[in-house]
């Protein structure tokens, strides 16, 4: 089965940029989304189609798809910005997705 | 502004039904572009996603080779929501349901129902 393999955790200082990968075979192949989670909260969509953001989300997430990884930036992290990540995609008629990183504001 | 309620029980015993249901508002079930799924989280195996349903001049139900020998996911057009059957759970059922709007990405979700299986 496909595996979607994202690094635990990510550290960055406020105010720096953030970047999230994302690894898998010909992953540039494939449409990438992005979540945010917050503890005991619900997942929010943060980036759909490798590189849109939907209606709302702050125009320092961007993302990138191309080989075998994709990667989530945020520039000038805050520390609202503290969450975990997950990558998705398509693959064999399922949905994969990676498990997680930790993005820490520190 | 699509928003999904979730109902159902939170504990349920090995080797029964679990059940829940999602509410939509802000959109119908039977919508021409829209899909509607059920996903779970668990420390174990992370976020997974149980399948889908759609309608597209008929209702399609997509379910993961991993669970289609035990799970349903049915539309109920009367009242604008669809629900989630798992039949035979077992204590590796436990976990975070959610269910999510959308075809191609999740969004929105479900406030989520932590499930519980356990005698």
């Known amino acids: 089965s496909y595996e979607l393999t994202q690094s635990p955790s990510v550290s960055v200082s406020p105010g720096q940029t953030a970047s999230i990968t994302c690894s898998g075979d010909n992953l540039g192949d494939k449409y990438i989304c992005w979540y945010q989670q917050k503890p005991g909260q619900s997942p929010v969509l943060v980036i759909y189609q490798d590189n849109k953001r939907p209606s709302g989300i702050p125009e320092r997430f961007s993302g990138s798809n191309s080989g075998n990884s994709a990667t989530l930036t945020i520039s000038g992290t805050q520390a609202l910005d503290e969450a975990d990540y997950y990558c998705?995609?398509?693959?064999?008629?399922?949905?994969?997705f990676g498990g997680g990183t930790k993005l820490t504001v520190l | 502004q699509v928003k999904l309620q979730q109902s159902g029980p939170g504990l349920v015993k090995p080797s029964q039904t679990l059940s829940l249901t999602c509410a939509i508002s802000?959109?119908?079930?039977?919508?021409?572009?829209?899909?509607w799924n059920w996903l779970r989280q668990s420390p174990s195996r992370g976020l997974e996603w149980l399948g889908r349903t759609y309608y597209r001049s008929k209702w399609y139900s997509d379910y993961p080779v991993s669970l289609r020998s035990r799970i349903t996911i049915n539309p109920d057009t009367s009242k604008n929501q669809f629900s989630l059957q798992l039949n035979s759970v077992t204590p590796e059922d436990t976990a975070v349901y959610y269910c999510?709007?959308?075809?191609?990405?999740?969004?929105?979700w479900g406030q989520g129902t932590l499930v519980t299986v356990s005698s």
């Open positions: 802000g959109d119908s079930v039977s919508s021409n572009s829209a899909a």
């Open positions: 998705q995609a398509w693959d064999s008629s399922t949905w994969v």
């Open positions: 999510a709007g959308g075809l191609n990405w999740f969004d929105p």
